[in-house]
Every structure is written in C-alpha cells, then in structure tokens.
C-alpha cells in the first residue's frame, strides 16, 4: 500500500494498488471502461464500497439500463439522484449510488438553458423526444454531462462513474466529440439554412447550394421529419453553445491530474483487445490511466501440480480400478453407490437396482476383498481412487484455464509492459449484495488471484 | 438474429450457426454490424471490408459469406440505389450530414443496418433463386435488441410519409415474419439469464419472433455432490493416500500429496457451488418456455477448430428437430 506500483519481476506486470489510489485524496474521479459483460458496473460498485469503507466521501455513478448495480447493490431505488447506500462508510466515509436516467437527465439541461416556453416547445418536439429516449451515443453524452454536474456540485471528494454498456468501450470518448462537431457543422447551418443564411447578399451562391441539399433532405427524410428537425434545432440553438462549453470542459476535467481511469477486461482475448484499444486512445488523449483490472481471474492452492501430472495421476488411478475390478465401469457404479450413501456391505431394500448393485458388489467382493489391507476396505479404495481421479481432473481443467487466461494476459502484457495489473479471482457465484462487493473489494486490493 | 449479453459469446454462436446452417450446398451470409470485426478475428482472416465474402467452406460443400455492415457505406449505397444521388451524396458527406444521419439522427443508423440485411434477405439470382438461403446477423446485446429490431417501426412513426417512412416499414415487415427467429445466448450464470428472461419478454410485447436459447459454454460435470461431500468429509486421508499412491508424493501429514487434498477439495467445492448454481439457473431457463440449444465449454479456448465443432453440434441439434 506504500506505493503505487510494485514491480514483481520481469515476466509480471506491475501490480495496480487498488487501495493506494483510493486512499489519495488527489483522487477525484475513477472512470471504469471496458467492453461489456466483463464486470465494470461490479468493480465500480466494489470501489465505492472499499473507498466508502476507507473514509471516503464517495458516489457511484452507474449508465447501465440493466440495473445491475441496484441489483449488486442489493437496492432498487436508484434514480436520477444520488442516494445514500447504508452501513457502508467507515472512518466518516460514505457512499451513494445512483443510476443515470438519460431522458431526465436531457430535458433537466433543456429546462435549465431554455426560457419555460421555448424548452416546452424541445420537450414536445418528437424528434427531441426520440433523440433523448436513448439512440446509439446519447448514453454517452448524458453520462459526461452527468459526471460534471456531480463534479461541479463539490459534495463528494471521490466520483466513481461506470461507463455505457457501448459497442466499443471507445464510445465514452467519442460520442461527446461527435455531438460537439455535429452542433458546430455545416449540417446545423443547412437545416437552420431558410431562416439564417437567407438575404445575405454575398452569399447568394452558397444559398443556392443550400436550398437545393434542404429540397434533397426533404425528398429523403419526407417533409415532416424535416420540419420536426429544422424545428429541433432552431430551439435549441441558444443552448448549442453552452452544450458546446459543458462537452468539452467535461472532457478537459477527464484529462485532468485527479481522474484515473480503470480499464476493466476479463481474461478473454476480446475483452483484452478491447482494453489495448482503450489503453492505446487514452495515451493519444493524455488521459490518465491508473491501470488494468482484470476480473475473473483463476488461480489454485495448488498450482505446484501441472495438468499434465494431474492427468497422469489421475489415470494411474483409474486404471487401478479397471485392472482390480475387471471392469471399470463397475468401480465407478459401485462408488457413485458407496457416495449416494448406498452401503454395499447392508443393502437396505429389496428393489431391483439395489439388488443389481448388490449383486455387482458381491462379485467385487469375491475378487478383490483379499487384496485390502490396512483399515480401508478394498471397495473404500476403489472409492476413493475415483474420488481422488476426479479431483486431479477437475484440477488439470483448473491448470489448462489458469495457462490459458495467463497467455491471453502476457499477449496484452507484453504489448503495454507499463500498464499495472490488478488481477481480481473468479468468484463462483454471482454478486449481488454488500458482502460480495466487500469481497470483490478484498480481491481487488490484493490484486493477485487468491488461491482456489 | 443471434443477440446475448455482453461476454456470452453470441459472436461465435453467430458464426457457429452460420456454418452449421450452410449445409448440403447452401448459401449463408453471416453480418457484423457492430464495426468490431470480430467475424474477422474469430476466423483468422483480415479486416472485412464493406462487401460480402466468402470466408468459410462449411464441411458438406455449402458457404458462408460475411459482410460487416457500415452504417456510413450503407446509407451513400442506399441514396444511390434509390435516387442516383453520386456527387449530391459527397456533397452531403461533406457538410457532416452523413454523419449526422448516422451517428446522431435517432435510430437512422439502426435502420440501415436492419435495412441492408432485409436486402439480403430478400435478393434473388437471375434465376429467381434467394442468394442466400439464411442470413444470420451477429445483433446488439440483449440489452439493446428490442430497440435496435423496433427501431423502424420508431422511425416510421418519426417519418410519417416519404421514402424513410416507406423503407423502415418494408424492414419491419421482414423481420416480425416468421422468416425471422432472434435468437439469444446466455451462459448459466444469474445476470446472463435475467437479462435473457428480460430480453423475452420485450421481444414477445414487441411482436417480434423469439428463436432460441442458446446456452453457451456449458462445463462438463465430473464429480456429482454426493462424491464431493465424501471426499471432503470422512475420505481426507484416503484421498492423501491414493493420490501417494498415484506417485504424487508423501501422504504423511505435511507430505507434498497430503499437502494437496485442501486445494484439491476446495476446488472440488467451488466446482460443486457451480454446478448448484447452473442446475437454478437452467431450471429458470426451462420455466421461460423458449427451446434452447447447448453448446459445451472448449476447454482449449476459441479456436476455428473449435467454431467447426460447434457448429457441428448445433447441426446435429437442428437437424434432431
């Protein structure tokens, strides 16, 4: 916890200290990016529950329409507004989550920006209303405009925000850039074309031009649509400067020394290009990474015995079975009836399959009873060879997925060396409550895969 | 439509159903639309461009094709298809209203997507014959599918005359016709299943076609709980011995075998938590009333060997029908 980075060796990346970069007050915002299903919203739950727990005065702030954050949250009143999550904080800490509402929190900058009758005018606009109810990028704009309405509000010292579950984790970036060019376009100027650029003298020709892409537009989108747009943007135009104004200082605030950003991915090749992707764009836009949180990492207490051995290992066993029972198929009915508590020795009932099992016993008996020594009896053996033999297979699958994930980790790994690693062990269920995002929260400072 | 949240791999189903639908000399296309080119890596090929491709031979002799669908392309391809527009569409392009109409215009985007893949669909040889006998689309997450699929009936009501009003019903008409199944994978996890649960539910209010589940990465079950709860209960110094007597060392107490039995068992333990918690959670998939497919976990990770395999399976399960 004394420093940011600890380098292990060569071959490892260097470890993210989760816990150092919640602990400095200099941290103002965490933004968790990644690429869906690898477990963003948990790990931002998770850091507000450890921030909150270490004293700080944290919000989560989470996009995603699925509610999984009320849900790992074990609340479901997540609105607009943030609200305060009990028995979390520690040391004077607290936390408060909330969920984005998009259409809200669009028509909240309307009504701010415009005067009651001209904002009515937005909000009943149809085309106003499509646009806000959540097409492809406007997740994105609302979470940045979100992010500095709760940065500018000064209540919290530590702003978590979850990002869209977009397409591309890129999208967070983009898509606020993409809204600023479309209200500084050309586009705007044609739309608006009939009441802004006419009557200016000098301008005839590129009148001319303008009026025939409207009569195009037209044809195209049918004159209604038209309208509803040329409507759309007339209204808003007084406040396309001051969208204009929050986009980028929002954008300005992300490059800013307080925030950190957190690429999430799990040990999949898809979710790590993805990240290299990210970690590669916030370079180009001197946005600063703190590091790599890979969730669902797996490990094992015994990672001494290679799947090779296991395997090995486990059909010596088997192979006991076969050769001291004739057939092997026998030993592994004889023990899936020894573990279901069926007792060879005192058959209970008189039914047919217990008879057979019986019957299959007692051949057994005759065979092998001679060979037992010690205090096990030879069918005890035999048990617990398969029993054992079944352990050392699932810890060779265990072996082959630990190799598989660390390649696809080294692939990333050896691409941006520089990048610290917090590698997050696989939990074996879902999370959805305080102790589990502890948990996680545990696992995530640790930054190692813990053992199985 | 093959649809699934995020991570459940509904690329790979995509491709997996592609080829096990290209069978006896059949023709598949298989289409990206969300510019990830993850067609491309998952068969080791280079970036698709914006044109249809054969990219694999499925074993029988039939093809599958793959087109990954830009948004920019499709819409100067459909200005050009239906009013000749060459130099009016740069000049459109020019001015940002291509990426207007694309990137910020509500659902237009959505719309040309859908639209270039009902051309598909529906386009014939000289013969008469459909070029492709399926198209299968690699859709948005199931978060987004019922928006993204219902987008044209949105647009058709924002366009209440005109060319877009025209195209987007055309496409509406398409996709809820039984022609169309959208199908959606899942893993045997908790939030993969709510959202599958969810994602029926808004498809069947929306009226469009729900196909299949499809579970995905289904892990093989070596030990069942009974044997798990001997071995970690009374069996402890019998597991050390055999697994001594398997040559994996001491089975002394502090011996390298004996030393083995907690991780092993712990495991065994994790294992059997999962099991318990895929048998809930394939009872609530049973309980939504909707056939589903299986598709077994490829220990090795994803492969092309491995997408053949799968698709191999998924033939023998369609054809089971």
């Known amino acids: 916890m004394s420093e940011g980075v600890d380098t292990v060796g060569l071959d490892t990346p260097p470890r993210l200290a989760v816990d150092r970069l919640l602990d400095d007050p200099e941290t103002r915002i965490i933004v968790c990016c990644g690429s869906g299903g690898v477990g963003k919203t948990t790990t931002a739950a998770a850091l507000g529950v450890r921030a909150a727990g270490r004293g700080r005065k944290a919000v989560v702030l989470t996009i995603d329409p699925a509610r999984r954050l009320a849900q790992s949250m074990g609340i479901d009143s997540l609105d607009n507004t943030p609200r305060k999550v009990d028995s979390v904080g520690a040391d004077g800490g607290e936390l408060h989550a909330m969920m984005l509402d998009m259409k809200r929190t669009f028509d909240e900058i309307v009504e701010a920006h415009a005067d009651g009758e001209r904002a009515q005018a937005i909000l009943a606009n149809p085309f106003y209303q499509s646009l806000s109810a959540g097409f492809a990028g406007t997740q994105e704009y609302m979470a940045m405009e979100k992010l500095g309405q709760l940065r500018a509000r000064d209540d919290w010292d530590l702003i978590i925000v979850d990002t869209p579950p977009s397409r591309s984790a890129l999208d967070f970036l983009d898509a606020p850039k993409r809204l600023g060019s479309f209200l500084d376009g050309k586009f705007i100027r044609v739309l608006m074309a009939p009441a802004k650029v006419g009557g200016r003298a000098g301008m005839k020709f590129l009148n001319v031009g303008m009026s025939m892409m409207t009569g195009t537009l037209s044809k195209l989108m049918g004159a209604s649509l038209l309208k509803d747009v040329q409507t759309f943007v007339a209204a808003m135009d007084t406040m396309f400067g001051g969208f204009r104004t929050r986009a980028d200082a929002t954008f300005r605030l992300l490059q800013a020394p307080g925030t950190a950003f957190l690429v999430v991915a799990a040990p999949e090749p898809d979710a790590l290009r993805e990240a290299a992707y990210f970690v590669e764009r916030l370079a180009a836009e001197s946005m600063p990474l703190a590091g790599l949180v890979l969730n669902r990492v797996h490990g094992s207490g015994a990672d001494q015995l290679s799947a090779e051995r296991a395997l090995a290992a486990a059909e010596n066993l088997e192979e006991g079975c076969i050769v001291d029972q004739e057939s092997g198929k026998a030993g592994l009915r004889d023990a899936a009836a020894e573990a279901a508590g069926t007792s060879a020795e005192t058959p209970e009932t008189g039914s047919p399959t217990a008879a057979r099992d019986t019957a299959e016993v007692d051949t057994y008996d005759e065979d092998g009873a001679h060979q037992a020594d010690g205090t096990d009896t030879a069918d005890d053996a035999i048990t617990v060879d398969v029993i054992t033999a079944g352990l050392l297979r699932l810890h060779a699958e265990r072996m082959q997925v630990i190799a598989r994930e660390r390649r696809t980790r080294d692939r990333f790994t050896s691409l941006h060396p520089e990048v610290a690693v917090a590698e997050v062990a696989a939990l074996p269920g879902d999370v959805h409550d305080l102790a589990g995002l502890r948990a996680i929260g545990e696992r995530l400072a640790a930054g190692v895969p813990a053992g199985a | ?321």
Do not use: W
């Not at chain 2, 009003?165 to 899942?186: D, G, R, W, Y």
């Open chain 2, 1 to 321: 439509m093959v649809s699934g949240k995020g991570g459940t791999g509904k690329t790979t189903v995509a491709a997996a159903l592609a080829l096990a639908l290209a069978r006896e000399g059949r023709r598949t296309l298989l289409v990206e639309v969300e510019g990830r080119q993850g067609l491309a890596q998952l068969f080791g090929a280079e970036a698709l461009p914006y044109e249809e491709r054969k990219i694999a031979v499925a074993p029988g002799g039939g093809e599958v094709f793959a087109l990954a669908i830009d948004a920019e392309r499709a819409l100067l391809d459909y200005l050009q298809m239906f009013y000749k527009l060459g130099s009016a569409g740069r000049a459109l392009k020019k001015l940002g209203a291509i990426d207007f109409a694309t990137t910020i215009a509500p659902g237009l985007r959505d719309v040309l997507l859908t639209g270039k893949a009902c051309e598909a669909v529906r386009r014939k040889d000289k013969t008469g014959r459909f070029v492709y006998d399926h198209v299968i689309m690699d859709a948005p997450p199931t978060g987004r599918i019922t928006r993204f699929l219902n987008v044209n009936d949105e647009v058709a009501g924002l366009a209440r005359f005109g060319p877009i009003h025209n195209q987007a019903q055309a496409v509406m008409k398409v996709l809820k016709s039984p022609e169309t199944a959208v199908h959606l994978v899942t893993l045997l996890e908790e939030m993969p299943v709510q959202e599958t649960a969810d994602g029926i539910a808004e498809l069947r209010e929306a009226g469009l076609p729900v196909g299949r589940v499809v579970v995905n990465m289904v892990r093989p079950h070596h030990l069942d709980e009974d044997t798990l709860r001997a071995a970690a209960g009374d069996h402890r110094a019998g597991v050390a011995q055999a697994l001594s007597r398997a040559g994996l060392g001491g089975s002394r107490r502090g011996g390298l075998a004996e030393r083995l039995v907690d991780p092993l068992v712990a495991q065994a333990a994790e294992h059997a938590g999962r099991v318990e918690l895929e048998r809930t959670q394939r009872a609530v998939l049973n309980g939504l009333d909707v056939p589903a497919y299986e598709l077994p976990l490829l220990g090795t990770g994803m492969d092309l060997a491995g997408l053949y395999a799968l698709a191999k399976d998924l033939r023998k399960q369609t054809v089971a029908e």
